[in-house]
T-cell receptor, first 116, second 112 residues
Framework: DARVTQTPRHKVTEMGQEVTMRCQPI?????VFWYRQTMMQGLELLAY????????DSGMPKDRFSAEMPDATLATLKIQPSEPRDSAVYFC??????????????FGQGTRLTVV | GENVEQHPSTLSVQEGDSAVIKCTYS??????FPWYKQELGKRPQLIID?????GEKKDQRIAVTLNKTAKHFSLHITETQPEDSAVYFC???????????FGTGTRLQVFP
């Protein structure tokens, strides 16, 4: 049963610390999304990649957030320095994009981040 | 910018009744419209999707309709059951970029 894997599942950190969240997309998928979910904002798109290249990160606060794909099996989302307002659940999703069809996004279980 | 609006934000129905959730999108280039169900503490999971070349799609008790002219699409759940209780999200994909933008979600409660 292929799944998107996210680590860690839970993270509690102090304000000002660096946080790195990791995502392993489903093998063979070439599109990766990062979403942030809060009660107030729903599912907010932060960034997404196709074939490891960033296509859009306009939803991401550039001063403290960064997203990368070091290789096809790993996507990372980093926050430095973290702030209490960053507390949320961060979801990674992956899909296969084909020239003839749109992506179906499969979500990971999420990383619940609490910044105190 | 791109926007997807979803209504209502909460919906309570009696078991066996129907539930309808509506979404509108702003970009006429959107051509893919999935619906996700998220149970408490779990990941969103795709339940049904529709592409712009069809107007309606059914899967057992779930159906989606799409009106491209009006730029809105709807989720219909018939014969609701308590296990249908969850948050439902609509989304729209913006043209060939596949950038998925989600609505704000509808919390559906089905009472026995």
């Amino acid at each position: 049963d292929a799944r998107v894997t996210q680590t860690p599942r839970h993270k509690v950190t102090e304000m000002g610390q660096e946080v790195t969240m990791r995502c392993q997309p489903i093998l063979g998928h070439n599109t990766v999304f990062w979403y942030r979910q809060t009660m107030m904002q729903g599912l907010e798109l932060l960034a997404y990649f196709r074939n490891r290249a960033p296509l859009d990160d306009s939803g991401m606060p550039k001063d403290r957030f960064s997203a990368e794909m070091p290789d096809a099996t790993l996507a990372t989302l980093k926050i430095q320095p973290s702030e209490p307002r960053d507390s949320a659940v961060y979801f990674c999703a992956s899909g296969l994009t084909d020239p003839h069809m749109n992506t179906e996004a499969f979500f990971g279980q999420g990383t619940r981040l609490t910044v105190v | 910018g791109e926007n997807v609006e979803q209504h209502p934000s909460t919906l309570s129905v009696q078991e066996g009744d129907s539930a309808v959730i509506k979404c509108t999108y702003s970009d006429s280039a959107s051509n893919y419209f999935p619906w996700y169900k998220q149970e408490l503490g779990k990941r969103p999971q795709l339940i049904i999707d529709i592409r712009s070349n069809v107007g309606e799609k059914k899967d057992q008790r779930i159906a989606v309709t799409l009106n491209k002219t009006a730029k809105h699409f709807s989720l219909h759940i018939t014969e609701t059951q308590p296990e249908d209780s969850a948050v439902y999200f609509c989304a729209a994909s913006l043209g060939s970029t596949d950038k998925l933008i989600f609505g704000t979600g509808t919390r559906l409660q089905v009472f026995p």
